[in-house]
């Protein structure tokens, strides 16, 4: 089975600043996909970036970009410019490839906190 | 689109009641999940369906949980008799037949056992 690791329970950084959230994972698959979502307070799930493991070149969404190491199997998040609205849980999760393993497997999440 | 419509949101009921939770996935998804989020041991998956088929139930706790799809619209999860340390928040959610394909989620119910 897979799991998904995620090392700080609570991140904090100041407005306009970077910070890189932490994700490893174990798996016997070569193929699989990784996500970060987002947790407001709202509780609203909301998917922040996508990586499909095959792909080499990293993932971008505007502010937020991660880096993927496949051997190491790591999983990190980048946000750019943290700003007051990306204070959140932030969830790394997997998903495999192939069917019948079709649900997500999360980390145990990060508390972002963003100083102004 | 509304998005994946759960129902209800807040839910606070006692010990040794049913509980029945409710999903509307998004209209053409084929797969829908069942999840369900606590403090101790964070966002796990209940169950999945395909095509209104169960495919994957191993992560339902026991049997007091059952889930059915009764159609390509609607899904129930239902916990029978209720116990306190079922509260938590449930999420459905719903995705098209491709792996890659984004999972989306409703907004959960918050399920309180007293």
């Known amino acids: 089975a897979q799991t998904v690791t995620q090392s700080q329970p609570e991140m904090s950084v100041q407005e306009a600043e970077t910070v890189t959230l932490s994700c490893t994972y174990d798996t016997s698959e070569s193929d699989y996909y990784l996500f970060w979502y987002k947790q407001p307070p709202s509780r609203q799930m909301i998917l922040v970036i996508r990586q499909e493991a095959y792909k080499q070149q990293n993932a971008t969404e505007n502010r937020f970009s991660v880096n993927f190491q496949k051997a190491a199997k790591s999983f990190s998040l980048k946000i750019s410019d943290s700003q007051l609205g990306d204070a959140a849980m932030y969830f790394c999760a997997y998903r495999s490839q192939w069917g019948g393993a079709d649900g997500l497997t999360f980390g145990k999440g990060t508390h972002l906190i963003i100083q102004p | 689109d509304a998005g994946v419509i759960q129902s209800p949101r807040h839910e606070v009921t006692e010990m040794g009641q049913e509980v029945t939770l409710r999903c509307k996935p998004i209209?053409?998804?084929?797969?829908l999940f069942w999840y369900r989020q606590t403090m101790m041991r964070g966002l796990e998956l209940l169950i999945y369906f395909n095509n209104n088929v169960p495919i994957d139930d191993s992560g339902m706790p026991e049997d007091r949980f059952s889930a059915k799809m009764p159609n390509a619209s609607f899904s129930t999860l239902k916990i029978q008799p209720s116990e306190p340390r079922d509260s938590a928040v449930y999420f459905c959610?719903?995705?098209?037949?491709?792996?890659?394909?984004?999972?989306?989620f409703g907004p959960g119910t918050r399920l309180t056992v007293l």
């Open positions: 209209s053409g998804h084929d797969y």
């Open positions: 959610a719903s995705s098209l037949w491709t792996s890659n394909n984004e999972q989306f």
